[in-house]
T-cell receptor
């Protein structure tokens, strides 16, 4: 299989605090992981591409200082939402590209629901 | 600018019949297409993919058709089962090795028992 986990599945925090979300590939190595966010009834929007051992590549309009990404190992990437505000409330989903797997195919985690009060 | 479009936000199909989900794209650079299935509060699950060198790919009950000239792809599910009820997203990327996926807005499929 190609299992990707995310932790936590749900988090509620106060405005101004920072929240860390973990994404792990459980049964394969992932040199590349991706972070998406999805607003209600909308599509998944790519935020950034995370490469193991190097800096993340952010999509246009995504603040790199606000959404800190660290890809410390071949199985773990983290997204930290710094100084979260209510408009950051969303569903955050990570995916992983399987090393040596079929190009273009990403395997997704179950997502993290962030609610900022 | 929505480069990948799914114009039907919802679709209802009788159990046992064929479900056809459609997707259109505007970027002629896209050459790899995927379909994902998503349940509420879960991440998308990969279903099937097709590269632009093919016009059809089949995997069990799922078949994806690609019409490059029309920039259109479709997912056929036959026979449809209640467990197929979910939101289906099509996604596209360009050039083997380019990792980014552009997603459509999704179609909610409901299978009626």
């Amino acid at each position: 299989g190609a299992v990707v986990s995310q932790h936590p599945s749900r988090v509620i925090c106060k405005s101004g605090t920072s929240v860390k979300i973990e994404c792990r590939s459980l049964d394969f190595q992932a040199t590349t992981m991706f972070w998406y966010r999805q607003f209600p009834k909308q599509s998944l929007m790519l935020m950034a591409t995370s490469n193991e051992g190097s800096k993340a590549t952010y999509e246009q309009g995504v603040e790199k200082d606000k959404f800190l990404i660290n890809h410390a190992s071949l199985t773990l990437s983290t997204l930290t939402v710094t100084s979260a505000h209510p408009e950051d409330s969303s569903f955050y989903i990570c995916s992983a590209r399987r090393s040596g797997g079929q190009p273009g195919t990403q395997y997704f985690g179950p997502g993290t629901r962030l609610t900022v009060l | 600018d929505q480069q990948v479009k799914q114009n039907s936000p919802s679709l209802s199909v009788q159990e046992g019949r064929i479900s056809i989900l459609n997707c259109d794209y505007t970027n002629s650079m896209f050459d790899y297409f995927l379909w994902y299935k998503k349940y509420p509060a879960e991440g998308p699950t990969f279903l099937i993919s097709i590269s632009s060198i093919k016009d059809k790919n089949e995997d069990g009950r799922f078949t994806v058709f690609l019409n490059k000239s029309a920039k259109h792809l479709s997912l056929h599910i036959v026979p449809s089962q209640p467990g197929d009820s979910a939101v289906y997203f099509c996604a596209a990327s360009w050039s083997f090795g380019n990792e980014k996926l552009t997603f459509g807005t999704g179609t909610r499929l409901t299978i009626i028992p």
